[in-house]
């Protein structure tokens, strides 16, 4: 199928898809899908203009996408005519998080844990070269909380939980060089471990101690204490709890002073079994 030109004079490139913003060519519910996702970065809400240029794509493309996802309930226009996420997308996400077992075992010890040192509790798995947040919960109190989101990444090399997780794939210098590979990890802070020597030295202290910690190697202000969680098998672990903390409010030494209590709250879920 040959592009065609539009009323409004912009062409449409059909069904072959159009340049998304990564420098693909999106096809069919592929582009539907990537509106979708970059919809979601909009609370507020987005015009198609606006959304138009951020995907480098023509508008009669984005629209029709938006078309497709406001008859599928997943996206609808707000009162200014702004494009927001839909409640049957919500509703979707919702109930499907709140039944994912992961989140369900781990809900209440992160609760125990948020009350008991007034900071946010996470529970994330590794993925590739980073952390994946799959549950959260704030402190019930305290003027000043984390932006972290359930669904949000970070560099594994920079967490307690990413290095925490690491410490049990990478066992060599030779595996954390390619690990590494071309690409230096990025300096979250100043602190952060970015060479490869000094990265496996640390995830060799993780593995000897069993937990992982973050002073301000993420963002600075705030420092972590990981510990590992097994729900899908009883030796390796499924992913890691952490609790981070504000470091003026809660320092590093505190939260590892605390590992045999936290360690008590994480119970069966923290052990490794046969």
Request: with cysteine.
């Amino acid at each position: 199928m040959q592009p065609t030109q539009t009323s409004d004079g912009s062409t449409d490139p059909g069904e072959h898809g159009a340049p998304g913003a990564g420098g693909g060519r999106l096809v069919g519910s592929d582009r539907v899908l990537a509106v979708l996702k970059e919809l979601a970065r909009y609370s507020e809400g987005v015009g198609l203009e606006e959304l138009t240029r951020v995907m480098g794509s023509p508008k009669p493309t984005v629209h029709r996408a938006l078309g497709a996802l406001r008859r599928a309930g997943l996206a609808e226009q707000d009162a200014r005519g702004r494009y927001v996420l839909g409640d049957e997308f919500l509703r979707m996400a919702f109930a499907h998080h709140e039944a994912r077992p992961d989140h369900v075992r781990v809900r209440p010890v992160l609760v125990a844990l948020a009350h008991r040192f007034g900071e946010t509790a996470h529970y994330a798995v590794l993925d590739g070269h980073e952390v994946v947040y799959r549950a959260k919960v704030d402190p019930p109190s305290g003027a000043v909380r984390l932006t972290s989101t359930i669904g949000g990444r970070n560099p594994a090399h920079a967490t307690a939980v990413g290095k925490l997780l690491l410490s049990r794939r990478l066992s060599s210098p030779a595996d954390v060089e390619a690990w590494i590979g071309d690409s230096p990890p990025e300096r979250r802070t100043p602190r952060t471990l970015c060479a490869a020597a000094d990265l496996h030295h640390e995830l060799a202290r993780t593995l000897e101690r069993g937990y992982g910690v973050d002073d301000q190697e993420n963002e600075t202000g705030v420092n972590c204490l990981a510990l590992p969680v097994y729900l899908t098998s009883p030796t390796t672990p499924s992913g890691a709890l952490s609790i981070s903390a504000l470091a003026y409010r809660t320092p590093l030494a505190t939260l590892v002073d605390a590992l045999d209590e936290i360690r008590d709250l994480l119970g069966p879920l923290g052990r490794p079994h046969a």
